[in-house]
């Protein structure tokens, strides 16, 4: 079964709507929704006093419809009897602003009143629930990413660095304490970073980040356990959400998971939304090791900073099989039914204000059609098989987002995207591999680190075997940098990299606003560049203009049976691509599909090849061999013909093959 659906909140609708919603279901053909998410207040309307009936029926009511259930825990959303009762418990930003209730997330994860409270609630639906023959999956808490700055939270951070750094002294010398005076002589001295006169330290930061990863694992392993312990059988998870603003390491949070899940919002309005659909689903794929679940995405809106873009015909299909293509269980939604009320009353649904007879609900039908169809095909094919992986490293994005910095256009996520998005136009299968991790680079011809800025000993050890074994290394300026907790290392830039790519770097020139360096390859620096310096290497591309006029730009480093490349510019999105265009040709790495037009994307995953015409005629795509339709099992002939803004799912071998092509 692939999982089809979304967030449904019953508590904010009559009764006399349920019975509509659950034939709705049914016509669109929705496997499983997501239930409770929001409802403490619903569920526990005054402290220790349950009401579990309402939800009892729609359970019941769901499960006769044959529609499955995800069961949540509500405490993303203490209810306001909670917040009046313990005050101590609502989050303090780093201004020293102790948060009024009115909102979702107003807790403190380090609060012991809301530890024992979030417990008490979710240990009473393991206890009704645990056994209810609709329950397919536990949703523990939404999105977890909730900072806080008080002292309840100050005594945990405190509790959290005796535990890792053992005694002051090697605090004091990881966070480079000496400068500036803020050597620490107790323990009671720190408190987790807050408003000061000017830079904060930023290992400081970068440990506190650690922290409220680690403080929040702990609450959700706390319910984990206990609904686990209750029917060992349900798989347990929550949902992942990416943000600048999110302190949680989720590559280290995935083998806590029984099934990775992920929301996933694209934010672009033209061609970058599919962009980052690819980029979404492929990080994923990489957190679950193959297989994972789209918990949430906008079905019928993009969400574009400071407005709602309304997608096209084909859009929420083509973006939901993207997300299948790329190893998830299937599509689910934020959210079922548009609220007529609310702080997100226009956020998108797949029954809308207008209901049913609307485009999104329409397009929706078919959808569903469709992965009922693919659904036992998708379930025996493996994930998409990549020969290129590009680096993903939480802390590495938290350091870069620190005060002090040379230049304050730094952007770690659109670095990496930006490494993904070259890859992914020039038809690449694209993996993510995570630095902070063991890491097996086997499988790898190609490797990419973009703003790799944190380094252990024992990962650029790892990064220089996969070179000497004949690997293809290509490294970004800001990478290699700095020791795991923040201190540069010495001698020279990027560090941890020096050996395997041959080269110096002895000087930042961080370019300002629109200013560009010309290279002699024809393409031009934007936003950086530096002073190289060559140590066995070779120059590949050179400065043309300004100071570094003749200078190092690109470099190769033949070392063992591979090569290793430096990227001391900033380069374009067109020139990126040709430069690991190059690389991909040199590694002997072809695209996943041959022959694609133009706006064609292909996905590989086993024997089925996930077709989308991003563009606005039709595409013809080759085909080599014998295939079918997945969808109708018709065969097909030597090509098959993608519709603009259209979506086909081919399976390659013949219709009556019992071993289709893997």
């Known amino acids: 079964m692939l999982c089809f659906g979304g967030d449904y909140n019953p508590e904010q609708w009559p009764e006399e709507v349920w019975a509509e919603d659950v034939a709705l279901m049914r016509q669109a053909g929705v496997s499983m929704v997501t239930v409770g998410v929001f409802a403490w207040s619903h569920l526990e309307p005054s402290p220790g006093e349950y009401e579990f009936t309402w939800l009892d029926r729609i359970l019941d009511r769901l499960h006769e419809g044959g529609i499955r259930v995800a069961l949540a825990t509500p405490t993303a959303s203490p209810p306001p009897w909670f917040t009046l009762a313990h005050p101590e418990a609502l989050p303090v930003t780093a201004d020293g602003v102790r948060l009024t209730h009115g909102s979702r997330d107003t807790y403190c994860v380090s609060a012991p009143a809301y530890r024992t409270a979030a417990a008490a ?75 000061t006169q000017y830079l904060p330290n930023p290992a400081h930061v970068l440990d506190f980040r650690r922290f409220l990863s680690d403080e929040l694992l702990a609450a959700y392993q706390e319910q984990r356990d206990l609904l686990r312990a209750a029917n060992p059988a349900i798989p347990v998870t929550t949902n992942f959400v990416q943000g600048g603003w999110v302190s949680v390491d989720h590559a280290k949070w995935a083998a806590e998971m029984d099934l990775v899940a992920v929301d996933d919002y694209p934010s672009e309005p033209g061609l970058g939304a599919e962009e980052q659909t690819a980029f979404g689903g492929d990080l994923a794929r990489g957190w679950g090791g193959g297989s994972w679940l789209l918990m949430e995405t906008g079905p019928n809106l993009i969400y574009t900073p400071g407005r709602m873009h309304a997608k096209e015909a084909g859009r929420l299909t083509r973006h939901s099989l993207s997300y299948v293509a790329r190893g998830s269980r299937g599509a689910m939604y934020f959210q079922w039914r548009q609220p007529r009320g609310g702080a997100e009353l226009f956020h998108s649904a797949l029954v809308p204000h207008a209901g049913p007879d609307s485009p999104v609900f329409r397009e929706a039908v078919g959808l569903g059609r469709t992965l009922k169809a693919i659904a036992a095909q998708v379930a025996d094919a493996p994930p998409p098989v990549a020969q290129v992986a590009v680096a993903w490293d939480a802390p590495s994005w938290w350091a870069l987002q620190g005060a002090g910095l040379p230049s304050a256009e730094i952007d770690y996520l659109a670095a990496v995207r930006q490494a993904h998005r ?64 923040g201190r540069v290392r010495l001698g020279g830039y990027p560090g941890a990299f020096r050996e395997v790519l041959g080269v110096r770097v002895v000087e930042w020139r961080p370019l300002a606003g629109d200013a560009e360096i010309a290279l002699d390859s024809g393409d031009r620096a934007v936003r950086w560049s530096e002073r190289v310096e060559t140590a066995g290497s070779e120059t590949v591309v050179r400065y043309a203009g300004d100071v570094l006029a003749g200078a190092p730009a690109i470099t190769r480093n033949r070392y063992g049976s591979g090569s290793a490349w430096y990227v001391s510019p900033g380069l374009s999105d067109d020139g990126l691509r040709r430069l690991l265009d190059r690389v991909l040709g040199e590694a ?39 295939a079918v339709n997945a969808v109708t099992r018709r065969e097909l002939s030597e090509s098959v013909t993608v519709p603009a803004g259209g979506s086909m799912v081919v399976r390659l071998g013949s219709a009556d093959s019992p071993h289709p092509v893997r």
């Open 121 to 195: 609630i979710a240990g009473k639906l393991a206890d009704r629930y645990a056994h209810h023959p609709a329950l397919a999956l536990w949703h523990v808490h939404n999105e977890y990413g909730t900072d806080c700055r008080c002292d309840l939270t100050a005594a945990a951070f405190r509790t959290w660095l005796e535990k890792k750094h053992g005694d002051l002294d090697a605090l004091n010398e990881s966070w480079t304490t000496a400068f500036w005076s803020q050597r620490y002589s107790d323990w009671a001295q720190i408190l987790p970073p807050r408003a």
């Open 422 to 485: 070259a890859l992914h136009r020039s038809g690449t299968a694209v993996d993510f591999v995570f630095p902070g991790l063991p890491m097996d680079l086997g499988a790898y011809r190609v490797v990419v680190l973009p703003h790799l800025y944190l380094v252990s000993d024992e990962t650029a050890a790892a990064f220089r075997e996969f070179v000497a074994n004949g690997g293809h290394l290509v490294v970004g300026h800001l990478s290699g940098i700095a020791e795991p907790d």
């Open 588 to 626: 002997g790495v072809a695209p996943a599909h041959a022959g694609l037009p133009t706006g064609v994307e292909a996905v590989r995953r086993g024997p089925l090849l996930f077709l989308f015409n991003h563009g606005v005629v039709p595409g013809v795509v080759p085909l080599s061999g014998p």
